[in-house]
């Protein structure tokens, strides 16, 4: 197979390619026009994190994708926000969830991502937020059967299914972090509701603050070692 030479396509659709040929594309057309510290840049860090969820996404044999970087590295914007566009716009027919430490956390992630899919939606992907389902915590696409949930952690998804599940921070702070009673009703949750509710070859995003070794990414990673 030979790669596709982009410069033989029309200007046109080489133009919308770029714009949406991954997350990270995306990021950076979206906030194109905002100021200067506002904009989404393409680090190499983060470009490097975009190829592993591209690869997560497409491949079946890696369906799960663990992002330790520093805080305030903008790896939550990426993750939480244009790759849960991305998917979506390419994938309109499948169920995105956002799992944040709080339901609040988690509803801010759903509105910003209801309000650029409101405002891109139809340019990039053709379209449109479902007026009669649209709310920070709940919205689907319109005319299609997919959407997006988020929730807490420890919250309910009862009738829900999951093909990309994002679960950003789920732990608060490191005092939390340090409880092992909460460490164990996150596994718990975790193992009893948000994997039951994983699709066949659903894709599941984890990125989290590192304060305890026997956090969920320890205790995944404990699990499958």
Avoid: C
């Avoid at 079946?60 to 716009?89: H, M, P």
């Avoid at 952690?153 to 990309?164: E, F, K, Q, S, Y």
């Amino acid at each position: 197979m030979t790669d596709l030479d982009l410069t033989k396509l029309d200007p046109e659709i080489r133009e919308h390619l770029q714009k949406v040929a991954t997350p990270a594309h995306m990021a950076a057309y979206m906030t194109q026009q905002l100021p200067p510290d506002a904009k989404w840049l393409p680090f190499r860090h983060l470009m490097y994190v975009n190829e592993r969820l591209i690869e997560a996404i497409t491949d079946d044999d890696e369906r799960f994708v663990n992002v330790a970087i520093s805080v305030r590295a903008g790896k939550s914007e990426l993750i939480s926000i244009y790759t849960a566009l991305w998917y979506l716009g390419m994938y309109p027919d499948r169920q995105v969830v956002i799992v944040s430490y709080s339901e609040d956390k988690a509803k801010e992630w759903g509105g910003r991502t209801m309000a650029l899919f409101q405002e891109f939606g139809k340019e990039l992907f053709g379209l449109s937020v479902d007026s009669n389902n649209a709310s920070k915590t709940a919205w689907s696409i319109a005319g299609h059967k997919g959407g997006l949930r988020a929730v807490g952690v420890n919250g309910a998804l009862t009738g829900r299914a999951i093909d990309l599940g994002i679960i950003d921070d789920p732990i608060k702070n490191a005092e939390e972090a340090n409880s092992e009673a909460a460490r164990n009703a996150q596994w718990e949750w975790y193992t009893t509701t948000f994997r039951t509710r994983l699709m066949p070859g659903g894709t599941v995003l984890l990125t989290m603050a590192r304060w305890h070794e026997d956090d969920l990414t320890g205790r995944i990673q404990a699990n499958t070692d």
